[in-house]
């Protein structure tokens, strides 16, 4: 069998400190057990501490599954056959209700979203314009698209104003893409900005809030919410994975752009629907999210201690949201440093190449609401030590 091809480039992602493992885990609340021992978890996206949460989830079964019983563990179909159940009409519904748009449409995924819209909307005659470190998803999705592609510098928005006077009267649309919250470097886009540059040059405008859903906004709606500028995004991406603790995506647009995405988007043509109990349970921790303002303001505030005290110890870090990278550098530095946390309890992995830049491995470190002060504190100590 021809795999020595395969083995050589194991080999080489070996000796370069990058390969990776499944790690079969199992989650208490803010801490989890991994190969018998037990860790404070600082590597999870549920940042509203829902996921693990043993108490909503059994009072959904109560009230939502033993009481009702009307719904199943599939749809055993895509949404065009015979997938698209009332829950998904429930939910969607419910979404534009909150966000005041005309419509929602919902995915199985992030990766689904990112992968589809795009590809979907745009042809040869179309530009996109993206920020160069939007998610890998979404760069999946731009190169599955026809459309001229240019990248402009993390955040560089004179950069970017500088591409759509030279080049915006080349094109048909112009797509502008970003995240709010990015993912690796935990800053915020100034959205404000965008959407004076995609009204200036009549451009499309597509935000990625995955971060920060359930996480900013008054009612966790994100950075769009907490800037008043949910009416002038033309894409608002949300995923239901990370703070909502579900899973599925959605996007916020037009009737237009719904219906076109129903009829031309691939990655939701062309997979089955989700489960109607997975889009119950997500309906049902979005009316609870939407009051969780207090958890919010708990985790902002111990977002910026933490910040705030990783400066005051000399280690690089970036951002303004409850993800914080401490910059390493080199693999192997980073690897041992992670080790170090981990040997004192710390549940956090090394972040490397290709997934953030070349030289710029780093610990994320994922902050939740259900985690204390004395816990930030405590790791502070141990950063001080290393």
């Known amino acids: 069998m021809p795999v020595k091809r395969y083995e050589k480039d194991l080999e080489k992602i070996i000796n370069n400190n990058s390969y990776r493992i499944l ?41 939502k599954i033993i009481n009702k019983n009307n719904f199943t563990g599939s749809n055993s179909s895509s ?14 519904d419910y979404l534009a209700g909150l966000y ?18 795009l590809p979907a909307l745009t042809t040869k005659n179309d530009l996109i314009i993206n920020d160069k470190f939007v998610h890998a998803s ?21 950069q970017l104003a500088e591409i759509l006077s030279k080049k915006r009267h080349f094109y048909e649309n112009v797509f502008i893409v970003t995240e709010s919250i990015f993912s690796m470097d935990g800053d915020i886009a100034d959205l404000k900005k965008l959407v004076s540059l995609k009204n200036k040059y009549t451009a499309f405008l597509y935000a990625d809030e995955a971060h920060a859903i359930g996480v900013m906004g008054n009612r966790g709606l994100g950075v769009c919410e907490e800037l008043n500028l949910v009416s002038q995004i033309d894409f608002i991406i949300g995923t239901f994975g990370k703070a909502v603790a579900s899973q599925g995506a959605f996007v916020i647009c037009n009737n237009v ?21 997975n889009l119950e349970w997500t309906y049902y921790v979005l009316h609870l999210v939407i009051k969780m303002q207090d958890q919010r303001n708990h985790l ?12 005051s110890l000399g280690f690089e870090s970036n951002g303004s949201s409850q993800i914080i990278p401490l910059i390493v550098g080199e693999n192997s530095k980073c690897i041992k440093f992670s080790e170090y946390l981990q040997d004192n309890g710390i549940f956090i992995l090394p972040v490397r190449p290709p997934t953030v830049p070349e030289g710029t491995s780093r610990l994320r470190f994922s902050l939740t609401a259900n985690i204390n002060i004395s816990e930030i504190d405590n790791i502070i100590r141990l950063l001080k030590k290393y």
């Not at 885990?25 to 590597?43: A, C, I």
């Not at 599955?144 to 560089?156: F, G, M």
């Open 257 to 277: 752009f719904r219906n076109y995405l129903v009829n031309k988007m691939r990655s939701l043509i062309f997979t089955t629907s989700l489960p109607p109990i």
């Open 23 to 63: 790690r079969e885990t199992v989650k208490y609340g803010k801490n989890l057990v991994y190969q018998g021992k037990k860790y404070l978890n600082l590597s999870s996206n549920d940042y509203l501490g829902i996921s693990s949460d043993f108490e909503i989830w059994n009072s959904f079964i109560k009230n």
């Open 138 to 158: 979404i760069i999946d999705g731009i190169r599955l698209s026809e459309a001229k592609v240019i990248c402009y510098r993390h955040n560089d928005l004179e």
């Open 100 to 117: 005041k748009s005309e419509a929602a449409l919902v995915f199985n995924s992030g990766y689904h979203a990112n992968i589809g819209i």
């Open 79 to 92: 949404r065009l056959l015979t997938g698209n159940s009332e829950h998904y009409t429930q939910l969607e």
């Open 300 to 311: 902002k505030h111990i977002s910026e201690y933490f910040r705030n005290k990783i400066l």
